[in-house]
C-alpha cells in the first residue's frame, strides 16, 4: 500500500514541474504516446525526445563529454538540408560535431511488471537497446533507446575538416536514420495501444463491474423467486456465463498483446 502511495506523489510531482528542456515543450511526432502513457495508472514519463539531428560546438580543449561545454549551432526534429549544417558550421569556433540521436522516452513504473511488460514492447518495436533500472528508493524506471545513433566531427578549432560533399553524404544518412526512427516510434505507439492499452480498458470494466454488483444481486433474488416452483435459475447462469468469459478474456490478455506488436 506505501509503494502504491509513494508511485501517486511521485507522478503528481513530475506531472506538474516546469519542462526545463531547450526545447520547453514536448515534441510534436510523440505527443499522442506520451499522453496516452501519463493517463496510465501504472506510468509517467520522466523525459523524452522523439529523434533529432543536431550540431553542436564543443570546447576544442575539454577532453570530457560535458553538455555544459557545448553549445548548438542547429537542431531539427525533421529531416534537414545541407545548407543548414554549412550555415551552422560558418558560427563553428571549437570542435563541431555533427550527431544524429534516435528516440528516447524514460518512464516510471508503478511495478516490475508493469516495467517487463513496457520493455517487451519496446524491444518488439525495434528499440534494442531498452532497459529497465531500479533506484534505491524502489522507484523502476524503464528506457526506450536505440542504437541506430550517428556522431561525425566535422571541424577542429572552427577549421572544416572534410569536403562539401561529405557533409552532403552524412546530411542524407541522417535523414534515412529520421525515417527510420520515424517507423520505429509508429511501430511503438501500435504495439503500446494493443498491449498496455487492452490493460487499461480491461481494468477499468472492471471496475465499473464492481460497482455494479449490487444491481445483479437483486435481479438475481427477483428471478430466484419467479423460478423457485421449477427449481432453476436462468438469471444465474446468465452470470456463471459472463464470469466465465471475462476469464477468458484475462488469460487471452497477453497473447494478444504479443500478437498484435
Known amino acids: 500500500m506505501e509503494a502504491g502511495n509513494n508511485f501517486k506523489q511521485w507522478k503528481k510531482q513530475c506531472l506538474s514541474k516546469v519542462d526545463f528542456s531547450k526545447k520547453g515543450s514536448v515534441d510534436e511526432d510523440i505527443k499522442n504516446i506520451v499522453s496516452f502513457i501519463n493517463d496510465c495508472h501504472n506510468y509517467f514519463t520522466t523525459s523524452s525526445c522523439s529523434g533529432r539531428i543536431i550540431l553542436i560546438n564543443g570546447e576544442s580543449d575539454n577532453t570530457e563529454v560535458q ?8 537542431v531539427s526534429h525533421q529531416k534537414c538540408q545541407k ?7 560558418r558560427k563553428a569556433c571549437g570542435d563541431a560535431v555533427f550527431k544524429f540521436e534516435p528516440f528516447v522516452l524514460h518512464v516510471q513504473c508503478k511495478q516490475l511488471e508493469d516495467a517487463q511488460l513496457l520493455h517487451s514492447v519496446a524491444v518488439n518495436s525495434g528499440f534494442r537497446n531498452s532497459g529497465i533500472t531500479v533506484g534505491k528508493k524502489g522507484k523502476i524506471i524503464m528506457a526506450v533507446r536505440s542504437t541506430h545513433c550517428l556522431e561525425v566531427p566535422l571541424s577542429h578549432k572552427g577549421q572544416v575538416l572534410v569536403q562539401e560533399e561529405y557533409i552532403d553524404y552524412v546530411v542524407q544518412v541522417a535523414n534515412q536514420k529520421i525515417e527510420e526512427n520515424q517507423k520505429r516510434i509508429e511501430r511503438f505507439h501500435s504495439c503500446l495501444l494493443a498491449a498496455v492499452g487492452a490493460g487499461e480498458t480491461f481494468n477499468k470494466g472492471r471496475v465499473e463491474e464492481t460497482k455494479a454488483e449490487p444491481v445483479y444481486t437483486r435481479r438475481r433474488k427477483r428471478g430466484q423467486e419467479k423460478t423457485d416452483s421449477k427449481n432453476a435459475s436462468p438469471v444465474q ?3 456463471i456465463l459472463q464470469n466465465d ?12 498483446c504479443l500478437e498484435s506488436c
Open 83 to 89: 545548407e543548414d549544417v554549412l550555415a551552422g558550421l
Open 245 to 256: 468469459d471475462e476469464d477468458s478474456l484475462e488469460s487471452g490478455l497477453h497473447l494478444f
Open 67 to 74: 553538455k555544459q561545454n557545448c553549445s548548438w549551432l542547429f
Open 237 to 239: 447462469d446468465d452470470v
